[in-house]
């Protein structure tokens, strides 16, 4: 319950941790903008100068909670590329985990596509985490082409189109149209996401 706690009441890492919790509720009930540290701190039900203890200002809250999806998130690729037969089936587990992240946990997706929000020139730290999903998903096309499912040659246009088809998913979903679109046609965002997956896997593996 909010504001039945106080700062007294956590140890070590557990204050910077309720105060993350409380953020991204917050941005989850009211959105981005009703964030600032003497809020989330009323949220926590710490004192107004507490935050200050682990964040110097509303941008480096925000950027540890992108910090944080990352890291989510890149758990969840790595889990969907280990599952994974062959690598093409890997990349279509790639969308669908980066899908089903985003379902999860919306604040966060929103401050990692949103990353001016955060001031990442600020915290090089979260900029550089986020290069680690780009990385996997770079790695995994290069496994493709060498089984023989991706076009030889520079990897980077695959990367950036299963890049750009799992941002435009995202973005469509969490701003409302997909959701409205899946409706109209008797499905659901996720089943729609597996479909989109399935239809990359054809096209790459379809005789060339």
């Not at 200050?52 to 999806?69: C, K």
């Not at 790695?139 to 799992?166: F, H, I, K, M, T």
């Amino acid at each position: 319950m909010p504001g039945a706690q106080t700062r007294t009441s956590y140890h070590h890492g557990a204050l910077r941790d309720e105060l993350i919790r409380a953020c991204v509720a917050l941005i989850e009930a009211e959105g981005i903008g009703a964030v600032s540290l003497r809020r989330v701190a009323r949220e926590a039900g710490v004192s107004p100068g507490a935050p200050y203890h682990h964040f110097a200002d509303r941008s480096a809250l925000l950027a540890a909670i992108a910090f944080e999806g990352y890291g989510i998130l890149e758990g969840r690729l790595r889990l969907a590329r280990e599952a994974a037969p062959t690598a093409v089936r890997a990349l279509g587990g790639l969308i669908e985990a980066y899908v089903g992240f985003a379902r999860d946990h919306p604040a966060h997706v929103h401050l990692m596509l949103r990353g001016e929000l955060a001031q990442l020139d600020k915290h090089p730290e979260t900029r550089a985490a986020g290069a680690g999903a780009i990385r996997l998903l770079t790695e995994v096309v290069e496994e493709c082409q060498r089984e023989g499912s991706a076009p030889a040659g520079d990897p980077e246009p695959l990367v950036a189109s299963v890049w750009a088809l799992s941002v435009g998913i995202v973005t469509l979903w969490l701003d409302g149209p997909l959701e409205d679109r899946c409706v109209t046609l008797g499905t659901t965002p996720e089943q729609l996401t597996s479909q989109i997956a399935a239809l990359l896997e054809t096209l790459l593996t379809r005789p060339r």
